[in-house]
């Protein structure tokens, strides 16, 4: 193992899966997510017109599977990773857009129209505007937020290992904020950040790091193999 190191700042349960693929790199990962998932409170979920639904992320569908049996609706998912958590929760037709929000749109109204509406279970703050691309797609569609994600700012513990880092991994832009607020106290000039897409990457452009990379497709794949192509370069 090399022992480089790599700081996954995802949310749980994602983050250990993220640490295992790193480890099969023969990096050292660091788990310290800078956010938590945290399901919102409420009872079924009501069906009613809806002919399929969406999910943008896999705690999307853990909240949503929570809350209501049904498994029969199609489901379209804005990636693989989401697509398996959703095959697991016992979904069986998925379509995964392999892509962004722009992407899961042309995916769901390709399959369009439907007899009914289209449902989005969404975060909080949701990363892009599906429902909105839909709309302009023609496609009826509208949205229920039923988990939301919780800034958690790195421990004591963490921040005194930051110089030790070779890069970081960071996969939502609230993660980013919450990022460059420490490194507004604690500066990591050698560190380099590895974002999701360029969204992710913009609040740190400020935060001084030693680079700031944004991976070809907006998922871990992509974002794993900048990783890789980052470690490449520098041995």
């Known amino acids: 193992m090399s022992g480089r190191r790599v700081w996954v700042t995802r949310a749980q349960p994602g983050a250990d899966a993220t640490a295992a693929r790193l480890r099969a790199m023969g990096l050292v990962p660091l788990v310290a997510?800078?956010?938590e998932v945290r399901a919102l409170p409420g009872g079924p979920i009501d069906l009613?017109?809806?002919?399929?639904?969406?999910?943008?992320?896999?705690n999307g569908v853990a909240a949503f599977a929570a809350r209501w049996e049904e498994r029969r609706l199609p489901l379209f998912t804005v990636g693989r990773a989401t697509a398996g958590a959703a095959r697991a929760a016992g979904f069986a037709?998925?379509?995964?857009?392999?892509?962004?929000?722009?992407?899961?749109?042309?995916?769901?109204?390709?399959?369009?129209p439907f007899a009914g509406e289209v449902l989005h279970l969404r975060p909080a703050e949701p990363a892009?505007?599906?429902?909105?691309?839909?709309?302009?797609?023609?496609?009826?569609?509208?949205s229920l937020t039923i988990y939301e994600t919780v800034a958690c700012p790195p421990d004591e513990g963490t921040v005194a290992q930051i110089q030790e880092f070779t890069?970081?991994?960071?996969?939502?832009?609230?993660?980013s904020?919450?990022?460059?607020?420490?490194?507004?106290?604690?500066?990591a000039p050698?560190?380099?950040?590895?974002?999701?897409?360029?969204?992710?990457?913009?609040?740190?452009?400020a935060a001084g790091l030693a680079a700031i990379r944004v991976a070809?497709?907006?998922?871990?794949t992509g974002l794993l193999s900048l990783l890789n192509s980052t470690e490449a370069s520098a041995r």
């Open 177 to 187: 904020r919450v990022l460059a607020d420490r490194l507004a106290c604690h500066p």
């Open 33 to 35: 997510p800078l956010l």
């Open 93 to 112: 037709a998925v379509t995964s857009a392999d892509g962004d929000v722009a992407g899961l749109a042309m995916a769901i109204a390709a399959r369009a």
């Open 190 to 205: 050698n560190l380099t950040a590895l974002c999701f897409s360029e969204a992710v990457a913009a609040p740190l452009r």
């Open 167 to 175: 890069a970081v991994l960071l996969h939502s832009p609230k993660a």
């Open 48 to 58: 009613t017109g809806v002919a399929a639904l969406a999910f943008t992320s896999a």
């Open 128 to 142: 892009g505007d599906l429902i909105g691309a839909l709309a302009r797609l023609g496609v009826p569609a509208r």
């Open 216 to 220: 070809a497709a907006p998922n871990e």
